[in-house]
Nanobody, 117 residues
Framework: QVQLVESGGGLVQAGGSLRLSCAASGINFSLHTMGWYRQAPGTQRELVASISSGGSTNYADSVKGRFTISRDNAKNTVYLQMHSLKPEDTAVYYC???????????WGQGTQVTVFS
């Protein structure tokens, strides 16, 4: 069964940190580009960070220097370490796995991150 399961969201004070995890199953994880997206109420889903199968990373300008994406292919897991959180980081965070060669694009169920000031 192809599945992405996020964890690690929660309520945190501004300036704090959280680490999100996304465990994948049913896919050849190491061959996929993994990404974290977020969607706040009334807004479109946006890319936060991505990491390719080769380990290249990409970040939204709004999170550069504060967030770090990483992957552990042995554990089929991708992480998003978030520091210096701001209220505007409040959103549902979604894990994504892409492998264009087989037309795969799958999403997790999302995890809520709420940052209060």
């Amino acid at each position: 069964q192809v599945q992405l399961v996020e964890s690690g969201g929660g309520l945190v004070q501004a300036g704090g940190s959280l680490r999100l995890s996304c465990a994948a199953s049913g896919i050849n994880f190491s061959l996929h580009t993994m990404g974290w997206y977020r969607q706040a109420p009334g807004t479109q889903r946006e890319l936060v960070a991505s990491i390719s199968s080769g380990g290249s990373t990409n970040y939204a300008d709004s999170v550069k220097g504060r967030f770090t994406i990483s992957r552990d292919n042995a554990k089929n897991t991708v992480y998003l370490q978030m520091h210096s959180l701001k209220p505007e980081d409040t959103a549902v965070y979604y894990c994504n796995a892409k492998r264009p060669a087989i037309n795969r694009n799958i999403w997790g169920q999302g995890t809520q991150v709420t940052v209060f000031s």
